[in-house]
Nanobody
């Protein structure tokens, strides 16, 4: 059974930090790009970061402009886990954060426009709330 299980969400003040984790199982982790998208109430889904599959010719990491310089993605292939370090959080970052697996990061990056097209697996999400 394929599973992507997110953890690490919570309530934080503006300017604070959180570290999200995504534990994967049931598929060959190395062969997939693993990334994150978020969705806030009343807003469109937004792909925010992705780590390319091992050995991919694509750029190893991708970030949306909205989080570039504040968020950092990393993956531990030995543990089948991806992390998202989120610093300098802002109230606008409040959303449910979902982990996703796809053959290519482009599918996660463009999820706002194409939904789940190209995204093979998704987690249920973890809520991040940033207070002002």
């Amino acid at each position: 059974e394929v599973q992507l299980v997110e953890s690490g969400g919570g309530l934080v003040h503006s300017g604070g930090s959180l570290r999200l984790s995504c534990a994967a199982s049931g598929f060959t982790f190395d062969e997939y790009a693993i990334g994150w998208f978020r969705q806030a109430p009343g807003k469109e889904r937004e792909g925010i970061s992705c780590s390319s599959a091992v050995g991919s010719s694509d750029k190893s990491e991708w970030y949306a402009d909205s989080v570039k310089g504040r968020f950092s993605i990393s993956r531990d292939n030995a543990k089948n886990t991806v992390y998202l370090q989120m610093d300098s959080l802002e109230p606008e970052d409040t959303a449910v954060y979902h982990c996703a697996a796809a053959p290519k990061c482009i599918s996660i990056a463009t999820t706002r426009y194409f939904g789940n097209y190209g995204v093979d697996y998704r987690g249920k999400g973890t809520l991040v709330t940033v207070s002002s």
